[in-house]
């Protein structure tokens, strides 16, 4: 295998319309390719500057979870916190988990911050949403979200063996309409999101949440959002 080390968004095109597969850490792709086969060419982002930024507003698909700090808000630096093992987090990137991982602890975060992402193909760079992110895995470059008014994020304890454990992320934006807030849960591998607009009361929040996907939500995991967005509206002085 050819690992190859782009520092530029054109060598990078080069090496994708050359066939080169992303790759991040390595921390799930190395057992696959030990069992099935090495590709012939691999790209790793780690020194392409685009990639590699971590910003209040922007951060680079080949961060290192373990580099995701006060800089980013507060929901996608927790979210990443609870990723794994410190080996894990030290060696696995925002790419890998977003694009290549099941398990995708980011996607909440990342959601409820509305995130879009930058992906590069051979053709250029171009922007996409995260839904696209997850159903087709282009190469992600980076993610760009607006600074949040305010965030929570809480990942239940899972247990080993166990189902994934349950993640609620939420965020308030100023929009030109009034707040909304957003609410994005992983329940079992499926992940729901919602938002609801003017939110001045939490029950009022909660009752525009109930008419999205997560109206879906069981009763438990309901009521792990519930007190989310009391904490998160109550802590902004709603009623
Ligand atoms: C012990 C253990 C515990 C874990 N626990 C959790 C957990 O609690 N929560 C959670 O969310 N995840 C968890 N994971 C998964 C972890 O998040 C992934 O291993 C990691 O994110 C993959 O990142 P990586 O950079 O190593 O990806 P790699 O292994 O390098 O790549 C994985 C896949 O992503 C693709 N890829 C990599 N970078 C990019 C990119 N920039 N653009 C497009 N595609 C790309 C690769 O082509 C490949 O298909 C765990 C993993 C392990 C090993």
């Known amino acids: 295998m050819l690992l190859r080390l782009p520092t530029s968004v054109s060598e ?12 991040g850490g390595a921390t799930l792709v190395w057992a696959t390719w030990q069992r099935d086969g090495f590709p012939e060419l691999a790209m790793s982002l780690r020194e392409l500057p685009e990639a590699n930024v971590v910003g209040r507003r922007t951060l680079g698909g080949a961060v290192v979870l373990n580099r995701i700090d006060e800089r980013v808000p507060d929901v996608l630096r927790l979210a990443a916190a609870t990723v794994g093992t410190g080996a894990v987090r030290r060696t696995a990137t925002v790419g890998g988990n977003l694009v290549g991982s099941t398990l995708r602890c980011l996607l909440p975060a990342a959601l409820v911050l509305d995130a879009r992402a930058m992906v590069l193909e051979p053709e250029g760079v171009r922007e996409a949403d995260l839904s696209e992110v997850v159903a087709k895995r282009p190469v992600l470059l980076s993610l760009r979200w607006r600074e949040p ?40 591998y499926e992940v729901l999101s919602g938002s609801a607009l003017s939110v001045t009361d939490v029950e009022e929040a909660l009752s525009g949440l109930r008419g999205t996907a997560l109206g879906e939500l069981p009763a438990a995991s309901w009521e792990v959002v519930r007190s989310q967005i009391a904490g998160l509206l109550g802590g902004r002085g709603a009623r």
């Open 149 to 188: 008014v305010a965030c929570a994020y809480r990942k239940l304890d899972g247990e080993a063996g166990g189902p994934p454990p349950l993640v609620v992320s939420s965020a308030v934006h100023a929009d030109d309409d009034g707040d909304r807030l957003r609410v994005a849960v992983r329940d079992g």
């Open 12 to 23: 990078a095109r080069e090496c994708l319309a050359e066939g080169a597969v992303p790759i």
